[in-house]
């Protein structure tokens, strides 16, 4: 059985060994059908390409995921300019005079040259008194001071030559000058008949008609009232006379008067008078400025805002008021950076200004930019797409009594 198996396997081996060797040609066939095609390699570039952009997409993702998204925001820069140190307070105004026209003679009215309410001129003809019982009285006075007069020139000539005694001359010089003063009175009464305005400013409703009888015991004829310049009378709180009585000698003094709704353009006037005492109860003191009121705008007893100016502060720092953050830690405002980022700085606010502005008294420079809007979106170090801000112009002033917070008392 072994001796079979091993001449089995001689056989098996010289059959290999006797089989003629693989051709050339047939060992490059098999190597090109083991060659990889082209279109694999572009697939797989493809896809290598696809894998790298998703892998570079996915990082920058991840790193924009990272950092805060930039918020947009309206900045403003940091200006200063002259403002003025204030108090506002409600007032009233007026009237600079107030002139009741009485009749100064007895007489019945034959004449009115006016139009209730209309404007009037120092010297203007109002009434006219029936003149003619003082006519009379003037040309018996004028009359009876002509023949005094002559007395007075013969007693003269008579003294002259020493035949007339001196009582009897000084008589006729008495009774001359009696007659002179009763032509004087007798004169002004004729004038008294022709009644005229004595100051400049607006007639009132007039009292009496033509036909009435008047006379000196008469209620007021008519009332005149004096419109420019015009008082304005306001009160200071008790709280700020401190504040008053360190600047009230000063020439920087004014008190400016405007109306609620704006129609008119602020009036800057002087101030004319404060008291020297308290009101009891209501813990205030009168003041009373005077006005100029050309156009006759502000009338007496009309409500009025004041703007009551003790100093003007030089160069103060002022950026627009909705900068101004409030926060637990107190008034703050971002300011920007160079490279657009935000820094939260604590500031000491002052007054409110014309124009919606705020005096800043210590927090940031004028050479600094802080944002205006979109405060809330933003935290310390945010980066922001900066825009300028374009203040709108309000209808009518932005002062109320409110404005008084953060006063300054340096």
């Not at 918020?71 to 820069?77: D, L």
């Not at 004449?111 to 003082?134: A, E, Y």
């Not at 935290?379 to 300054?408: C, E, F, L, V």
Request: with cysteine; aromatic share 6%.
């Amino acid at each position: 059985m072994k001796v079979n198996t091993a001449v089995d396997h001689k056989k098996t081996l010289g059959h290999r060994l006797s089989e003629p060797p693989m051709r050339s040609q047939d060992k490059r066939v098999r190597r090109a059908n083991q060659r990889i095609p082209k279109w694999a390699y572009l697939l797989f570039i493809l896809l290598a390409g696809f894998v790298t952009y998703w892998v570079v997409q996915h990082r920058a993702a991840e790193a924009k995921a990272t950092q805060p998204p930039v918020r947009p925001a309206t900045v403003a820069g940091v200006i200063t300019k002259d403002v003025p140190l204030y108090l506002d307070e409600i007032g009233t105004c007026a009237a600079y005079e107030t002139v009741q026209v009485p009749a100064q003679v007895s007489g019945v009215i034959i004449g009115r040259h006016f139009q209730d309410g209309s404007d009037v001129k120092k010297g203007d003809l109002l009434f006219t008194i029936d003149p003619r019982p003082f006519q009379a009285v003037l040309d018996q006075a004028k009359a009876q001071a002509a023949l005094d007069e002559v007395t007075l020139k013969r007693q003269e000539d008579l003294r002259a030559r020493k035949v007339i005694a001196q009582q009897d001359y000084d008589i006729a010089v008495a009774n001359a000058k009696k007659s002179q003063a009763a032509t004087e009175a007798a004169q002004v009464n004729l004038d008294f008949c022709f009644i005229k305005s004595p100051i400049n400013g607006r007639i009132g409703l007039r009292n009496v008609d033509v036909g009435n009888l008047v006379g000196p015991s008469s209620p007021a004829l008519v009332t005149i009232q004096g419109l420019d310049p015009i008082y304005t009378d306001f009160t200071v709180a008790e709280n700020d006379l401190p504040l008053v009585r360190k600047y009230l000698a000063g020439s920087n003094v004014k008190v400016e008067t405007y109306l609620a709704d704006g129609s008119i353009a602020p009036r800057v006037g002087d101030l004319y008078f404060i008291d020297h005492a308290v009101q009891p109860g209501s813990g205030t003191v009168k003041a009373r400025g005077v006005t100029p009121n050309p156009d006759r705008a502000l009338w007496p007893s009309e409500f009025v805002l004041v703007r009551f100016i003790l100093d003007t502060l030089k160069d103060a720092t002022l950026v627009p008021s909705q900068a101004v953050q409030i926060s637990q830690a107190g008034p703050f405002v971002f300011v920007v950076k160079s490279d657009n980022t935000v820094e939260l700085r604590p500031v000491t606010p002052g007054q409110r200004q014309q124009g919606d502005l705020t005096v800043i008294e210590s927090g940031v420079k004028p050479d600094e930019t802080v944002v205006v809007t979109g405060q809330l979106a933003l935290s310390p170090g945010a980066k922001i797409a900066p825009q300028p801000y374009a203040p709108q112009t309000p209808a009518a002033p932005d002062r109320t009594a409110a404005s008084k917070n953060g006063m300054s008392y340096e």
